[in-house]
Nanobody, 120 residues
Framework: QVQLVESGGGLVRAGGSLRLSCAAS????????IGWYRQAPGKQREFVAA???????SYSDSVKGRFTISRDNAKNTVDLQMNSLKPEDTATYYCNAGFSGSSYYPGDYWGRGTQVTVSS
């Protein structure tokens, strides 16, 4: 079992920054990669970024160049630094314990999410 807890969401103006954190506990040795997803009201959950245990990163085109994912293996945390935020980034952000291959493959473990709201 793996438990994931997100933190760091909030309200920010367009152009601002937020840093989200995902803390993993439980059977963390089983985690191959961590991904961030987001879901806006009325929309499907979409991939944002992911990082493998080896540090390989991937991003969606919509956030590339603005968001940076990083991990601290000693603390079992994965952070998502979000800069130059836009109103369309408004969503609930979730972290996921999954698998890294040719792309990111989400696993069964999800956090409860943290809300990010970007005002115009």
């Amino acid at each position: 079992q793996v438990q994931l807890v997100e933190s760091g969401g909030g309200l920010v103006r367009a152009g601002g920054s937020l840093r989200l954190s995902c803390a993993a506990s439980g059977s963390t040795f089983n985690i191959n990669a961590i991904g961030w997803y987001r879901q806006a009201p009325g929309k499907q959950r979409e991939f944002v970024a992911a990082i493998s245990s080896a540090g390989r990163t991937s991003y969606s085109d919509s956030v590339k160049g603005r968001f940076t994912i990083s991990r601290d293996n000693a603390k079992n945390t994965v952070d998502l630094q979000m800069n130059s935020l836009k109103p369309e980034d408004t969503a609930t952000y979730y972290c996921n314990a999954g698998f890294s291959g040719s792309s990111y493959y989400p696993g069964d473990y999800w956090g409860r999410g943290t809300q990010v709201t970007v005002s115009s």
